[in-house]
């Protein structure tokens, strides 16, 4: 099956500063997400991106499919940016099921 | 909308007791699924449903039945629950279908111990 993996596993910013996670995966896939758990262990869609670029606010995302990656920008990070960020794949046609990677644990420092 | 809901928000079982998780929707959407997450990982899939009627296995299947009770409602049980269960479970749903894509709403998640 499809292999994800996200860098770095965990990231530590002072607050103001960017950042940019990395979403590698083993095959083509059909659609891709970005979520943010938070502290409380919630999860809350930031993009689906299958393929181009998106942008909200202070967070954007590029994915690449050709090359198998997908990137989530974060500018002028905030305390409340805090958390984990999970990066999830559909694989080939008709799988139905997302492969989640393990995230990148990001603490943002006042 | 209330999104997608869970019950119950926490639970505390013991060894070979056996519960069943309910999850809704109110988003008119086609498909459901179930996760678990343990500590430290991602989600991982049970089992999911495209459509009403129909029901299939994900990933990590064993141990859990489900039953996709109508388009809203999507229920996974435990029959003899195992400490090795004892993880937080997520629902999800999506607008899956020809034509729309397959983006995943999430519930606030079960948090269950298995003593």
């Known amino acids: 099956g499809i292999q994800v993996e996200q860098s770095p596993p965990d990231l530590i910013l002072q607050e103001g500063a960017n950042s940019t996670l990395r979403c590698n995966f083993s095959?083509?896939?059909?659609?891709l997400q970005w979520f943010h758990q938070n502290p409380w262990g919630q999860l809350i869609n930031l993009f689906y991106i299958p393929s181009g670029t998106k942008q909200n606010g202070r967070l954007s995302a590029t994915t690449v499919a050709t090359e198998r990656y997908s990137l989530l920008y974060i500018s002028s990070s905030q305390t409340t940016d805090s958390g984990v960020y999970f990066c999830?794949?559909?694989?080939?046609?008709?799988?139905?099921?997302?492969?989640f990677g393990t995230g990148t644990r990001l603490k943002v420092l006042a | 909308n209330a999104g997608v809901t869970q019950t119950p928000k926490f639970q505390v079982l013991k060894t070979g007791q056996s519960m069943t998780l309910q999850c809704a929707q109110d988003?008119?959407?086609?498909?459901m699924y179930w996760y678990r997450q343990d500590p430290g990982m991602g989600l991982r899939l049970i089992y999911y449903?495209?459509?009403?009627?129909?029901?299939d296995k994900g990933e990590v299947p064993n141990g859990y039945n489900v039953s996709r009770l109508n388009k809203r409602e999507f229920s996974l049980r435990l029959e003899s629950a195992a400490p090795s269960q004892t993880s937080v479970y997520f629902c999800?749903?999506?607008?899956?279908?020809?034509?729309?894509?397959?983006?995943?709403?999430f519930g606030p998640g079960t948090r269950l111990t298995v003593l």
């Open positions: 449903s495209a459509s009403e009627g129909t029901t």
């Open positions: 095959d083509s896939v059909n659609n």
């Open positions: 999830a794949v559909e694989g080939g046609s008709g799988t139905y099921k997302y492969i």
């Open positions: 988003m008119n959407h086609n498909s």
């Open positions: 999800a749903s999506s607008l899956l279908g020809t034509g729309f894509p397959n983006e995943q709403f």
